[in-house]
């Protein structure tokens, strides 16, 4: 809404004509429309979505709008068949271009620069660190603060902290965050809703699952020699990637052999999501699961749940007709809204992706909610790497929180020096390091 308004004052003073917004595929056919019909002052915004089929595509760029809404994997063929003749540019999730060797990073590079306004919008700027922010902040401002080249970037701020000739680990520099804070504080502004809503509680519960002696005799063999032998099928993991997805699988009760048919190992996240259940009785979860096995288990378990799949699952969730629903946190992690329909989550698998976690989480630990606590229960196998996972989600979410906190202290700074200079009288000039 905050930005839809900029936009309508934008329009309206004449200063842009055209805009294009780039949103997860959800997103872009319903959340945008969805919030300019909810307000009075932004119902006069025309708003065609670059969606379907190719036909209706075509017939949604050139309809007369103020506002082209297009999901992000339609990017390369928009630019690829029609004139980028957008000056303003809005990217809802910015963190989706965060892989400089993605082909819709690679082609929106070459032509962000022909809009006079580019905004990013992202409650995950840096999910995996501080190299995903080159070509996110690229996009804003065309290397102008972090190096023209990600190459550049990384040779300035990180160094190689790896052995081995072959693989390369970065690690960032001594002050890299603080200098890197500094350069982009004057076009990022972070605002948290805890600063300024009224936010429900958010408990996180972690709840381990105890397998049986044999249970762990299974995964400790499994982890030590990359190799279990179940009688009629042998597991085999063929290296360190394949080993953690393989555990994570040991971990949540099954396996897939080579031809990826799921072997059932146990039972016991069913079970401990069943007692979730039977102790929140009349009240709607919300259950994230990880593989296809999983869905596959929680249906047969639960066979009057809901799987989330469209904009029917969505709107019955919020008017409390699912009283049990399951997601995967890929298909609907960012800017659904379906805190009205709930307040208890349980990850019943986990997986390694920060943004993925938070995005999720955010579906209902957001403004809106009506509960006064939402409750966030995670699935954690006694003795397993989901202890692991779990861990490196709470490392990455303190290190990307550093980093939002720290914008939102130099933005303080920078707004006493701006009160400052204006002390001085008209002809004060802000100090400007070299190349900023």
């Known amino acids: 809404m905050v930005t839809l308004t900029a936009v309508k004052d934008l329009i309206d003073g004449m200063d842009v004509s055209k805009v294009l917004v780039i949103a997860p595929k959800r997103v872009a056919e319903d959340t945008w429309s969805r919030e300019s019909r909810k307000w009075d002052h932004l119902q006069g915004l025309r708003i065609s979505k670059i969606l379907g089929d190719a036909g209706t595509r075509s017939r949604a760029v050139q309809a007369d709008a103020d506002i082209y809404v297009v999901n992000r994997e339609n990017v390369v063929w928009l630019i690829e068949n029609f004139p980028f003749d957008f000056d303003m540019v809005v990217i809802d999730e910015l963190s989706s271009f965060k892989s400089n060797s993605a082909k819709r990073f690679k082609a929106l590079r070459k032509h962000i620069g022909k809009a006079d306004r580019v905004v990013g919008l992202t409650g995950t700027p840096q999910p995996n660190g501080y190299m995903d922010l080159w070509p996110e902040i690229y996009l804003l401002d065309r290397g102008e603060r972090l190096e023209r080249t990600i190459t550049g970037y990384r040779n300035k701020y990180f160094r190689n902290v790896s052995r081995s000739p072959q693989f390369a680990i970065w690690d960032l520099v001594k002050g890299a965050d ?20 009224k936010m ?8 381990e699952v105890s397998l049986s002696a044999a249970e762990k005799k299974k995964y400790d063999d499994l982890e030590r020699k ?65 593989f296809k096995a999983d869905l596959k288990a929680l249906t047969a378990k639960f066979p009057k749940a809901r799987v989330l799949k469209g904009p029917q699952d969505i709107e019955d969730w919020n008017a409390g007709k699912i009283p049990l629903m399951f997601a995967h946190p890929a298909s609907m992690g960012h800017g659904i809204n379906i805190q009205e329909g709930g307040h208890i989550i349980v990850w019943y698998g986990l997986n390694w992706s920060l943004e993925l976690y938070q995005q999720a989480n955010a579906r209902l630990y957001r403004q809106g909610q009506k509960s006064k606590t939402v409750v966030i229960h995670h699935l954690i196998a006694d003795g397993t790497i989901d202890s692991q996972v779990m861990k490196a989600l709470e490392q990455k979410e303190a290190s990307q929180a550093n980093l939002i906190s720290a914008l939102k202290e130099r933005r303080k700074d920078i707004g006493k020096e701006e009160k400052d200079r204006g002390h001085k009288g008209p002809d004060a000039v802000p100090d400007r390091a070299a190349g900023e």
């Open 178 to 197: 603080r200098e890197i804070t500094r350069r982009l504080s004057d076009i990022c502004m972070s605002m948290s809703a805890e600063d300024y809503l």
């Open 200 to 207: 429900p509680e958010k408990v996180d519960n972690f709840i």
């Open 226 to 290: 990359m190799f279990l032998d179940l009688g009629d099928e042998e597991i085999v993991a063929f290296n360190a990637a394949a080993l953690s997805g393989k555990l994570l699988q040991l971990a949540n009760g099954f396996l897939y052999n080579e031809n990826r048919e799921d072997i059932r190992i146990h039972d016991r996240k069913l079970e401990a999501l069943d007692e979730i259940i039977d102790t929140n009785p009349g009240e709607p979860v919300l259950v994230f699961y990880n």
